[in-house]
């Protein structure tokens, strides 16, 4: 299983009647994926899950996972199925940094876990430290890590000793290009719908030392993240595929509304 580089982490488009359109969510994942990236996520925060049934989630997952079969390229999940299965830290009941660990030893998957670590959404920060043991945890195999910006517990983590087979992918899109310089193995980036390739080869820069080009392309790209997340996610990264023809509405589910900002945003 391959957890380095750039993972798309898909959005659920719905067509007129507001029903999956599991075609176009194919014909978006076969793009994303002709134009380098690495791997999948499905059923992600992006994916608006929460809005979907049991059926949906299913479908949604069936139609990925064909295309990462016939790729032979990761799938992540943020549920059951997949490679991976992308599992949030315990929201809301913030458990402290001792009950974090203990409940992802204990979680019981069929797959490796990539934990997702987002404590602006959680409520429960994790210091460098407990990462790390989440980190040497056999069933763990990754990191989605996304809190908010680089401090001084970021820097911690990222320069402390991490397992060989331990993955460290950013999932806060205006601050990839500092992550992956301190030494992450890629992102789950929504932002990467758009510009697929840009957001690959800057990766692939900093990864091979290629400071000039990664530098260059960071600088390019933070504008477009930073612009994608000024309304809640995803719904400026789909008013802008549809604004392309690649999905057959912008169309989103509550507690979303449809973006404001979308002539503000590039289309071709």
Known sequence: MNLTGVFVPLITPFDAEGDVALDALEALAERVL??????????????????????????????????????????????NGGDARLS????????????VLEYFRQLESPVPL??????YRTGQSLSAETLRKIAELPNVAGIK??????????????SGELPDDFAVLGGDDPFIAPMLALGAHGGILASAHLETAKFVAMTDAWRTGDLTTGRRLGRELVGLSKALFAEPNPTVIKAVLHARGEIPTPGVRLPLLAAKMVEQMPVS
């Open 34 to 79: 002709r134009d380098g990236a690495s791997g999948l996520v499905a059923l992600g925060t992006t994916g608006e899950p929460g809005s979907l049934t049991a059926a949906e989630q299913q479908a949604v997952v069936e139609t990925v996972a064909r295309v990462c079969q016939a790729r032979e390229v990761t799938l992540v999940v943020g549920g």
């Open 145 to 158: 890590y996304a809190a908010g910006g680089i401090d001084d517990e970021t820097m911690l983590f990222l």
């Open 114 to 119: 990539v934990v997702y670590h987002v404590p």
């Open 88 to 99: 949030l830290v315990p929201p809301f009941v913030r458990p402290g940094e001792a009950g």
